[in-house]
């Protein structure tokens, strides 16, 4: 019942640690846990704000220098069904770009709002745009 409590109280344990040190000093607790997280996040972000920069790229290049060459690049991409592959590039580019400028912004979003109401809206921007990509790709008779 020692520690437990301290680090489950609430979703912020990180905050909690230094607190309870104070209060309870006779109390073991290892600042380990803070210094693991803080380096965690320090990771994620990185690699998030790497796959957005990637993603910036790739849009940078499918949808404003119509480097077709890198179509291969999406997921599904099958050359045999695709009509107008400059029309895919238009299309696909833009979408690409937000979701780079997105990912590249998550830091700050997670920092400011939390984790939940940071990536929910993600996810949903990932789902619409991609419904919203092919559903537009079909009616154009891109694909």
Do not use: Q
Request: charged content about 20%; proline content about 5%.
């Amino acid at each position: 019942m020692g520690r437990w409590p301290l680090v489950l109280i609430s979703k912020n344990a990180l905050y909690i640690i230094p607190k309870a040190k104070e209060r309870f000093p006779r109390l073991e607790i290892s600042c380990r846990l803070e210094e693991a997280m803080s380096v965690g996040m320090i990771v994620v972000f990185g690699i998030l704000g790497l796959a957005g920069l990637a993603l910036i790229a790739l849009g940078y290049f499918l949808g404003m220098k119509k480097k077709t060459n890198l179509l291969f690049l999406l997921a599904g991409y099958d050359e045999s069904r695709v009509k107008d592959e400059e029309a895919l590039a238009r299309v696909t580019g833009p979408f690409l770009i937000v979701l780079g400028i997105y990912l590249c912004s998550t830091p700050f979003l997670v920092y400011r709002f939390g984790p939940h109401k940071t990536f929910v809206p993600f996810i949903v921007l990932v789902v619409l745009g991609t419904i919203f990509v092919n559903l537009y790709c079909r009616y154009k008779e891109i694909t």
